[in-house]
Nanobody
Framework: QVQLVESGGGLVQAGGSLRLSCVGSGTIFGIKLMGWYRQTPGKQRELVADITAGGTANYVDSVKGRFTISRDNIKRAVYLEMNSLKPEDTATYYC???????????????WGQGTQVTVSS
């Protein structure tokens, strides 16, 4: 079983920074895509940023210029550097890895447990 362990969430004042980390473990044969999502109560989970194994990244408009996603293919890790945080960034953040957990060429989605980010005004 592949497990994704998240860390780095917390409470920060507006304008502050946090760095989220997500590290995969277990049998991983290949990674296609890594991403960060966020969700607040009563709302659907939204994509914040994702990055391909080759390093191509994209971001939701609301975080462009403030957040940076990066990855380490060897460590099977994805990171989210969050700067100039705003109260509207408050959410539970989840990482997702699209990967293969067997020799069969079949991509699967794996999710982290979530980490809470709270930004005070």
């Amino acid at each position: 079983q592949v497990q994704l362990v998240e860390s780095g969430g917390g409470l920060v004042q507006a304008g502050g920074s946090l760095r989220l980390s997500c590290v995969g473990s277990g049998t991983i044969f290949g990674i296609k895509l890594m991403g960060w999502y966020r969700q607040t109560p009563g709302k659907q989970r939204e994509l914040v940023a994702d990055i391909t194994a080759g390093g191509t990244a994209n971001y939701v408009d609301s975080v462009k210029g403030r957040f940076t996603i990066s990855r380490d293919n060897i460590k099977r890790a994805v990171y989210l550097e969050m700067n100039s945080l705003k109260p509207e960034d408050t959410a539970t953040y989840y990482c997702k890895l699209v990967l293969r957990d067997s020799i069969e060429y079949q991509w699967k989605d794996y999710w982290g447990q979530g980490t809470q980010v709270t930004v005070s005004s």
